[in-house]
């Protein structure tokens, strides 16, 4: 089996290859090993499943924690670990105890570098959570909730195998309770095959205390469409790290990220779309709010191989800042390697103009509730999604971004 394994900058052209930089890496003085490892393989009953965490504890070993400058992360230190965290699930899912051959299958075939090597690693050697979704081919499953209360450090390895023809959706919502320091990095792999739809909808309610870190590959083959929509709301570093490959003809997918920060708020964004087959389709539509001391990065990076003919490919990015101490930084990012497509970019930072402010003071509306509606909007859109779905939750959504605004 051809393994895959998918950077977020491919440096390679022909037969040359550019120098890279590398993270500097950190070895902790405290860190998990052989006793969290064994804690996390008693409640496997699948001997697939433990080869695989093995094989990516060996991995693990040889790794240090990243130094991200842009994050103010030196290093990491782990939590106390808990072996298996509570969840609440609603729909046709299994647990991650439950994968098949196909789905280690995946596991091994799909490989990428998630925000950082080390943290992709840590989810998947020490899982103490996940979830493995199986459609039958040409099935159409009702919504999937995957709720998560945020009491100990959290780390899940989930694979979706989407068959062809079939359609699915998942709503994954994490929320803190921002009593203290909480921890989650993630490894999914999601295939979604010939004619089949898949929608994600991520919905992170972080802590000023928490460090989020979400990593996620999606295969997207013949003609099969998948829409994610990803919000970000606070953490002290929430980091996603979205990755496609439009590997087929045909292959549509959809991103649009909604992050909020305030206080002092890192939230460091990684989505990228790489096209490799003709008559491809992709578009990124990001929109943030920032204030206080808060910090946006948002890098989005179109990748058109050789082989994309006559592919899509669209970008756009804005950030509203609400405060002059409050920092935003967009980089997007395109790289075409062939002819005969349409691509295009766009990313943008700015303020609230002042006559929409004055529209709405001469309402009735005071200056600071203004600001708020106006902000607001800009998250009303996504509210409004994940309202298709589940009522109380998209409320849970509003309610959350209204405190921080």
């Not at 709010?289 to 989005?300: H, L, P, T, Y």
Request: hydrophobic content about 40%; proline content about 3%.
């Amino acid at each position: 089996m051809d393994t895959i394994f998918e950077k977020a900058i491919d440096m390679r052209h022909n037969n040359l290859k550019a120098v890279e930089w590398q993270v500097p890496q950190i070895k902790p003085k405290r860190d998990y090993g052989e006793f969290e490892f064994q804690s996390s393989l008693e409640h496997i009953s699948s001997d697939l499943l433990k080869t695989y965490k093995s094989y990516r504890y060996e991995a693990y070993k040889n790794w240090g924690f990243p130094k991200w400058k842009r994050s103010n992360l030196n290093g990491y230190e782990p939590l106390k670990y808990v072996s298996v965290v509570p969840v609440s699930v609603k729909g046709k899912i299994k647990g991650i105890n439950g994968i098949d051959e196909e789905g280690i299958e995946i596991l091994a075939k799909y490989d990428f570098e998630g925000a950082h090597r080390k943290f992709l690693l840590m989810a998947e050697a020490f899982s103490n959570t996940g979830f493995y979704l199986k459609t039958e081919e040409g099935e159409s499953l009702d919504p999937v909730i995957i709720n998560y209360d945020w009491k100990f450090p959290i780390y899940e390895t989930s694979v979706y195998n989407i068959k062809p023809n079939s359609r699915a959706t998942v709503i994954r919502i994490v929320r803190s309770k921002n009593f203290e320091e909480g921890f989650k990095t993630t490894s999914n792999r999601i295939i979604i095959h010939e004619n089949a739809s898949f929608e994600l909808i991520n919905i992170n309610l972080n802590g000023d205390n928490d460090i989020n870190i979400d990593n996620i590959l999606l295969e997207v083959k013949e003609n099969a469409h998948v829409k994610v929509t990803d919000i970000q709301v606070g953490g002290k570093i929430s980091a996603p790290h979205i990755v496609f490959r439009l590997s087929e003809k045909g292959a549509n997918a959809s991103l649009y990220p909604y992050f909020l920060g305030s206080r002092k708020n890192v939230i460091d964004m990684l989505y990228l779309l790489r096209f490799y087959a003709p008559e491809t389709v992709g578009i990124i539509n990001g929109k943030g709010v920032i204030k206080d001391e808060s910090k946006a990065i948002f890098r989005g990076f179109l990748d058109l191989k050789r082989g994309a003919k006559e592919a899509s490919a669209s970008e756009s990015e804005y950030t509203l800042t609400l405060s002059e101490k409050a920092k935003a930084e967009a980089i997007p990012s395109l790289i075409v390697d062939e002819n005969e497509v349409n691509a295009a970019h766009a990313a943008s930072v700015g303020t609230i103009e002042k006559e929409k402010l004055y529209y709405l003071m001469t309402r009735g509306f005071s200056l600071e509730e203004a600001k708020r509606l106006i902000a607001y909007g800009i998250f009303e859109p996504a509210i409004e999604t994940v309202k298709t779905f589940v009522e109380d939750i998209s409320q849970e959504v509003k309610d959350a971004v209204f405190q921080r605004i």
